[in-house]
Nanobody, 117 residues
Framework: QVQLVESGGGLVQPGGSLRLSCAASGFTFSRYAMSWYRQAPGKERELVAGITSDGSYTNYGDSVKGRFTISRDNWKNTVYLQMNSLQTEDTGVYYC??????????WGQGTQVTVSS
């Protein structure tokens, strides 16, 4: 049974930091590229950051470049998103995604991040 379980969300003040985690099980994690997406109220889901299966390449949405860092630990089957200098515009539900060249994508249930003073 495939599972992606996000954690680490919460309420933080502008300028603060959070670290999200996504624990994977039920599939061969090291064969999948992993990404974080987010969806703000009334907006479409957007890509935040992605990382290749071996961790050698990362990419980021323009709005988070220089503030967020994606990483992964293939021994722990976990992907992380370090979020610094958080802004109110970063508020939303953050989802973990697993993607391979063959087969379906997998999604987590999401974790809420709220940036507010």
């Amino acid at each position: 049974q495939v599972q992606l379980v996000e954690s680490g969300g919460g309420l933080v003040q502008p300028g603060g930091s959070l670290r999200l985690s996504c624990a994977a099980s039920g599939f061969t994690f090291s064969r999948y590229a992993m990404s974080w997406y987010r969806q703000a109220p009334g907006k479409e889901r957007e890509l935040v950051a992605g990382i290749t299966s071996d961790g050698s390449y990362t990419n980021y949405g323009d709005s988070v470049k220089g503030r967020f860092t994606i990483s992964r630990d293939n021994w722990k089957n976990t992907v992380y998103l370090q979020m610094n200098s958080l802004q109110t515009e970063d508020t939303g539900v953050y989802y973990c995604n697993a993607h391979a060249s063959v087969g379906p994508d997998y999604w987590g249930q999401g974790t809420q991040v709220t940036v507010s003073s």
